[in-house]
């Protein structure tokens, strides 16, 4: 009797506000379903901008302070990633607008819902929130709206986001990658011990999907 395949254990590091998280993690997603492989997502946090204040700050503004990206450029990295995303069927929303936000509180809030396994439902809700809907992730009152979209309960939320019960585990979580020498989001680790980062494209991460597949358990 063949023993069941054991599900491939996958680990994400990424942030909210990050574009290529979201189109990096559609991908992996299309490559699974396309290769029929078996697998286990785990999300861990990651703060793109610790630093950036309660009320957020203008996107393009932030990207022309951060990179030091031309208004052409940051167009043009939109429109791209825009295309990308509608590849993989993500709408991106930007617009002038549009704010960059500090995420910490969203994080304590992704650790809450893992303690009733929907933290990968409620990460999906605050991407679309973010960049499909240009919701305000500032305000700890669209975040409790967010998870109750998804059926968790509205005023426990608030209440998690009020007393700031799990922050200091998201600061271990967050230091812990960190100390792994993860500098940037999104980081991809199979099985523990292989780490790919950035959106690879699906072809890329069904070849490693591929790869890993053949490499002995």
Known sequence: MTEP????????????????CVIGYRQLAAALEATGTAHEIHWHPFELNPKMPPEGQNLREHVAE?????????????????????????????????????TFNTHQLLHWANLSG????????????HFTE???????????D????????RA?????????RFAADVRAAE???????????????????????GAQGVENYKNILDQLAKMPA
């Open 175 to 197: 230091n812990h990658w960190i100390r792994q020498g993860i500098q940037g989001v999104p980081a991809v680790v199979f099985e523990g011990r292989h780490l790919v980062t």
């Open 118 to 129: 929907r933290k990968h439902d409620l990460k999906q809700a605050l991407f679309t929130a």
């Open 5 to 20: 395949t054991k599900p491939l254990r996958i680990d994400i590091v990424s942030d909210v506000m990050c574009p290529w």
């Open 134 to 144: 240009r919701r305000n992730l500032s305000d700890d009152a669209v975040l409790a």
């Open 156 to 164: 426990e939320a608030l209440a998690v986001l009020a007393d700031q």
């Open 66 to 102: 951060k990179y030091g990206s031309t208004p052409e450029q940051s167009e043009e990295s939109r429109v791209r990633m825009t295309a990308i995303g509608a590849e993989v069927g993500f709408a991106f929303g930007f617009s002038d607008d549009m704010r960059m936000h500090n």
């Open 146 to 153: 967010v998870a109750a979209g998804i059926g968790l309960d």
